[in-house]
């Protein structure tokens, strides 16, 4: 994949879509330092349902544009109770009929799990739908256990899938471009929606991870990076430093460009935000501990009883969370913001319900003086 290779995915004002900042930096708003994002996890409570969690990320991607939350992303999980976001192209599809200005996009695709070919046309159908407004996040993870992710790919050799990941890379956004160099196999093969049937925008190409893999070839590619500090705290600040540290300018960026994933949930109180997060807590312990579920409700949390082990993983997962009051929430932000460096903060709220979610968004909002 040659970095610098034209890429159309940087945002136009002129279009008209009325989003901030262009089509990967944010504008920071209100007292922010940084531009302030959303990952909705989709998540399914105990005694909810499917059906209603949807209804909630409609509601969240409404709040978080009419507050100026920069973007929503949404992410690809599998055979998990707890989530609802298997397929992140049909619930962007949904957001975006709903909605007119945040940018979209998925944080993101697992793209081993799928034929680059599948997810040029997903995104660029995503994009033909709502121009200028999507974002195509790729990570190399199966985004599930190792049963699952070899139903998905019909194969156990789960490994390959992500050693190839910059060659299917590559392959993705040959067919974003529809540019394939005369006498390749695929030459004749055009994406739909696409630039064979014209002139047509198409969505930045981001990189997530964990761990430095992504950090890198972000770097080396020019591209913009996410790292997910919500559940990978420890390798946080190591990636970043490798991601600036291996940066080449490209046609798409100028500079480096990160965000990260921060687990973060406010409530009028703070008794009440702990209420909220242990409940993310317990489900995550059970989904470590090979038992995944529905979220579990506060008042399931508050009684469970954990052993001294269980209660060490709470604490340090906890550890990682930033809750409380809306003023102990921001100050937690923009603690990390200084810390990390990071370009922008994407904010998830994991609880039971989404009354809570809903909640924590606006307090945030209020406290930054985010517009009404």
Same mark, same amino acid.
């Given at each position: 994949? /040659?970095?610098?290779?034209?890429?159309?995915?940087?945002?136009?004002?002129?279009?008209? &879509?009325?989003?901030? %900042?262009?089509?990967?930096?944010? *504008?920071?708003?209100?007292? $922010?330092?940084?531009?302030?994002?959303?990952?909705?996890?989709?998540?399914?409570?105990?005694? !909810?349902?499917? @059906?209603?969690?949807? =209804?909630?990320?409609? /509601?969240?991607?409404?709040?978080?544009? !009419?507050?100026?939350?920069?973007?929503?992303?949404?992410?690809? #999980? #599998?055979?998990?109770?707890?989530?609802?976001?298997?397929?992140?192209?049909?619930?962007?599809?949904?957001?975006?009929?709903?909605?007119?200005?945040?940018?979209?996009?998925?944080?993101?695709?697992?793209?081993?799990?799928?034929?680059?070919?599948?997810?040029?046309?997903?995104?660029?159908?995503?994009?033909?739908?709502?121009?200028?407004?999507?974002?195509?996040?790729?990570?190399?993870?199966?985004?599930?256990?190792?049963?699952?992710?070899?139903?998905?790919? *019909?194969?156990? =050799?789960?490994?390959?899938?992500?050693?190839?990941?910059?060659?299917?890379?590559?392959?993705?956004?040959?067919?974003? &471009?529809?540019?394939?160099?005369?006498?390749?196999?695929?030459? =004749?093969? #055009?994406?739909?929606?696409?630039?064979?049937?014209?002139?047509?925008?198409?969505?930045?190409?981001?990189?997530?991870?964990?761990? %430095?893999?992504?950090?890198?070839?972000?770097?080396?590619?020019?591209?913009?990076?996410?790292?997910?500090?919500?559940?990978?705290?420890?390798?946080?600040?190591?990636?970043?430093?490798?991601?600036?540290?291996?940066?080449?300018?490209?046609?798409?960026?100028?500079?480096?460009?990160?965000?990260?994933?921060?687990?973060?949930?406010?409530? &009028?109180?703070?008794?009440?935000?702990?209420?909220?997060?242990?409940?993310? $807590?317990?489900?995550?312990? *059970?989904?470590?501990?090979? =038992?995944?579920?529905?979220?579990? @409700?506060?008042?399931?949390?508050?009684?469970?009883?954990?052993?001294?082990?269980?209660?060490?993983?709470?604490?340090?997962?906890?550890?990682?969370?930033?809750?409380?009051?809306?003023?102990?929430?921001?100050?937690?932000?923009?603690?990390?913001?200084?810390? @990390?460096?990071?370009?922008?903060?994407? +904010?998830? $709220?994991?609880? #039971?319900?989404?009354?809570?979610?809903? *909640?924590?968004?606006?307090? +945030?909002?209020? $406290?930054?003086?985010?517009?009404?």
């Amino acid at each position: 994949m /040659d970095e610098n290779r034209g890429d159309e995915s940087r945002g136009d004002e002129s279009r008209g &879509d009325g989003s901030r %900042g262009d089509g990967i930096r944010g *504008r920071a708003e209100g007292t $922010a330092s940084v531009p302030l994002s959303v990952l909705d996890l989709v998540t399914v409570g105990q005694g !909810r349902t499917a @059906t209603q969690a949807l =209804r909630t990320s409609v /509601d969240i991607a409404q709040l978080a544009e !009419r507050r100026g939350y920069h973007r929503l992303w949404v992410a690809e #999980h #599998h055979s998990m109770p707890g989530v609802a976001s298997s397929s992140p192209a049909v619930i962007l599809a949904h957001l975006a009929a709903r909605t007119e200005r945040i940018r979209l996009g998925s944080g993101g695709v697992m793209l081993p799990n799928h034929a680059p070919l599948v997810i040029a046309e997903q995104f660029g159908t995503l994009e033909a739908m709502a121009p200028g407004r999507i974002d195509l996040g790729l990570g190399r993870a199966p985004g599930t256990d190792g049963a699952t992710a070899a139903a998905l790919r *019909r194969t156990d =050799r789960l490994g390959e899938g992500a050693d190839d990941f910059p060659q299917q890379l590559a392959e993705l956004t040959r067919f974003l &471009d529809d540019d394939f160099p005369d006498g390749h196999p695929y030459a =004749r093969i #055009h994406a739909v929606p696409g630039p064979v049937q014209g002139p047509a925008g198409r969505p930045p190409i981001w990189l997530l991870g964990s761990s %430095g893999f992504s950090a890198r070839l972000a770097g080396v590619l020019g591209l913009p990076f996410a790292f997910a500090h919500h559940f990978s705290a420890q390798n946080t600040i190591p990636a970043l430093d490798l991601y600036r540290d291996s940066f080449k300018p490209s046609a798409v960026l100028d500079a480096p460009y990160a965000l990260i994933g921060v687990s973060a949930l406010a409530a &009028d109180e703070e008794r009440e935000a702990r209420r909220q997060v242990l409940t993310g $807590a317990l489900s995550m312990l *059970r989904l470590r501990t090979g =038992r995944p579920g529905l979220i579990p @409700t506060p008042e399931e949390a508050e009684a469970y009883d954990f052993s001294p082990v269980e209660r060490e993983f709470v604490d340090s997962w906890l550890g990682n969370v930033i809750h409380g009051t809306a003023d102990e929430v921001r100050s937690g932000l923009d603690d990390l913001a200084k810390r @990390t460096g990071a370009d922008e903060l994407m +904010i998830t $709220a994991n609880a #039971h319900g989404g009354e809570a979610r809903l *909640r924590s968004y606006d307090l +945030i909002a209020d $406290a930054y003086g985010l517009p009404g």
